[in-house]
């Protein structure tokens, strides 16, 4: 199976190309905006690079957040847009999850900067989910914890949050998941509808203070 996984969720603009196990290409640029400009060039580049024409594509990945609002708008929109032209299936992959993909086996927190002294956070033990995807206050993670148990590895653009709390734990503070991880996932998961996942409504609001998801 081939697949291209697209990622803008975070503060990189990625593609990567996947068969069966194996990476075909990758292409990565670190960036908190500007990812509209620069994913379909990427993508038109990563396709010359490795030879492979587009409609060999089996299926389509894409991370559906959390992160920026407008970075995984811009993802989603083109993915829905090359699956609809194609007529390929469409996988949604958390950027949690896509963080997560690797692990080894203990309690690990995937955190993602939400600001305001939150996080965007889900705990695995190895690969398998603890938690749902949340967003939550810092302090209140930490109180999880406590019932819980430390965690052994942090990881995530969000780790240093929590670095100074857990000294003994492992920090693996990458700015985005790996595309090839977000492309395995979706190898292993069946295709359907696809949407944002907003675990909060946007900071930005309409003139006069108005929320525009209210």
Known sequence: MLILALDTCLA????????????????SEAMTRGHQERLAPMVEALLADTGIDLSSVD????TIGPGSFT??????????GLALALDKPLVGVSALEALAHGQAAGLG????????????????????????PQAWALADIIDWTVEHGPPQRLFGPGAALMAN????????ARAAADPLAIAAIASNREPGAVSPLYLRTPDAKL???????A
């Open 71 to 80: 970075g995984l708008r811009v993802g989603l929109a083109f993915a829905k």
């Open 59 to 62: 299926r389509i990945a894409v």
């Open 109 to 132: 927190l995937t955190l993602i900067d939400a600001r305001r002294d939150q996080a965007y956070w889900q705990a695995f033990n190895g690969e398998t989910a603890v938690t749902a």
């Open 12 to 27: 990189a603009c990625q593609a990567a190309l996947w068969r069966d196990g194996e990476a075909v290409g990758v292409a």
């Open 207 to 213: 003139p006069g203070g108005i929320d525009p998801f």
């Open 165 to 172: 709390r857990f000294p003994a734990a492992e920090v693996d």
